[in-house]
């Protein structure tokens, strides 16, 4: 594990690894029984920036608006400025080190709103601390398939819960639309298309630097930001608005199209794909390493493409969304096609299907709180009923990597079932 002193590896360090390390093991080991409804959850914090301020406020809102019996306990960032402000506001205990935060035993559930290439390897140091997690997509950055795998498994191992923080599977359209599909409705799935509009480059608007002056040190883990990305010199403005550098971070690829294919793999229930390709790159906004425009093609082994288009240039207003900036799935099937208008569910038969046309009322809208809650009420039950489950996660972000590193190769990604690996 990268040492976290920001100054090379030293005696101290090595112990104070070993001894959290020691911690959280213990903490890891039998498995979590069921919970009453009224016992209190502690979910602590690993991210203090602007999305984690989401999340501390949807665990504000069940425990204060909903009276659910949930706590926010503990806060860590390696950055104390964030750090402090966050524990200040909220109360509870304040880390630098997630390990630290992780051997906590009020931390109940882990929340990781960390940059893209720190998810994976803290939720897994959460899950075989014996925490369950909400981690924040993208799953991995676009280079760590391998954590991906690893994510899955130890999960699977330990017995813990991670929900992936694509919140729009807590909408009910998708979950009737599956249901329908399985029931035959559509016939055989064939094809698919989603994808993301919005405006936004990540730059000084859309990720202030919070001091200009900032520098490593103790109030600063600059070898704790870069994990296992490049080793680079400090550069404020890779710190604070890494969305724009590739080393951690993937354009709408992995930031915005977890949110649009994670229901449309649930829907057509396919798993891993056959093959990729993609096209892309920064056609708007050139002074960021990563695309603001991706579009990508996924053929899956049950005969079925999915078309994901994006682009961060432009939201044509034009085209219907679900939730900001979504496009609206479309499924297709032999029989016929299912997407959403307002508040239905529409069916529409092919070309010489008799079915009748049909419309379905929608149960409940996405809501971000309503996906905490699932959650947690499954760290009560231990039922794995999770909105959008680690497999999920893993089989979306499986895609999302092989169209990645399809369109830096200009090549086509092919997945091998048997091995488990990506090949380009």
């Not at 960390?114 to 909400?134: C, E, L, S």
Request: aromatic share 8%; glycine share 10%.
């Amino acid at each position: 594990m990268t040492s976290e002193s920001g100054s090379g590896a030293t005696r101290r360090d090595f112990m104070k690894a070993a001894a959290l390390a020691a911690a959280t093991a213990f903490v890891g080991g039998a498995p979590r029984a069921a919970r009453g409804a009224n016992e209190r959850l502690g979910v602590g914090f690993i991210g203090c920036g602007g999305r984690a301020g989401s999340h501390t406020g949807m665990i504000k809102h069940l425990k204060e608006q909903q009276g659910y019996p949930v706590d926010l306990v503990a806060f860590c960032d390696v950055y104390r400025p964030r750090m402090e402000r966050a524990a200040k506001e909220h109360g509870g205990k304040a880390y630098m080190d997630h390990r630290e935060l992780l051997a906590d035993p009020k931390v109940d559930v882990v929340c990781i709103a960390t940059p893209d290439h720190i998810h994976a390897p803290q939720a897994i140091d959460a899950v075989k601390a014996g925490k369950d997690v909400y981690v924040e997509k993208p799953l991995t950055h676009w280079r760590q398939f391998e954590l991906a795998k690893q994510l899955a498994a130890e999960a699977k191992k330990a017995g813990r819960l991670v929900q992936v923080g694509s919140q729009g599977m807590s909408d009910g359209a998708w979950h009737q639309m599956r249901k329908l599909v399985q029931d035959g409705l559509i016939g055989q799935p064939i094809h698919a298309e989603c994808g993301y509009f919005r405006v936004g480059d990540w730059g000084e608007r859309g990720m202030p630097i919070d001091d200009k002056n900032a520098k490593p040190g103790p109030d600063l883990n600059w070898e704790a930001f870069l994990g296992d990305s490049p080793k680079r010199d400090f550069d404020v403005s890779r710190f604070f608005r890494w969305r724009m550098y590739e080393d951690y971070a993937g354009g709408p690829c992995t930031d915005l199209f977890p949110h649009s294919l994670s229901p449309v793999v649930s829907m057509l229930g396919v798993t891993f794909p056959s093959r990729a390709v993609a096209t892309g790159g920064m056609f708007r906004y050139t002074e960021r390493e990563v695309p603001d425009t991706f579009n990508m093609f996924i053929d899956y082994p049950e005969k079925i493409t999915v078309a994901v288009l994006g682009t961060q240039g432009n939201n044509d207003p034009t085209i219907p969304g679900r939730g900001a900036g979504g496009r609206i799935p479309v499924i297709r099937g032999w029989d016929g096609s299912l997407t959403v208008s307002g508040k239905e569910i529409h069916f529409a038969p092919a070309d010489g299907c008799k079915k009748p046309r049909q419309t379905f009322p929608i149960e409940h809208a996405e809501n971000n709180v309503d996906h905490w809650k699932n959650l947690l009420d499954c760290t009560k039950t231990r039922k794995n009923e999770l909105n959008a489950p680690i497999e999920l996660g893993y089989h979306v972000q499986t895609a999302l990597i092989m169209g990645y590193l399809a369109m830096k190769q200009g090549k086509t990604a092919r997945f091998d079932t048997e091995k488990q690996q990506i090949v380009i």
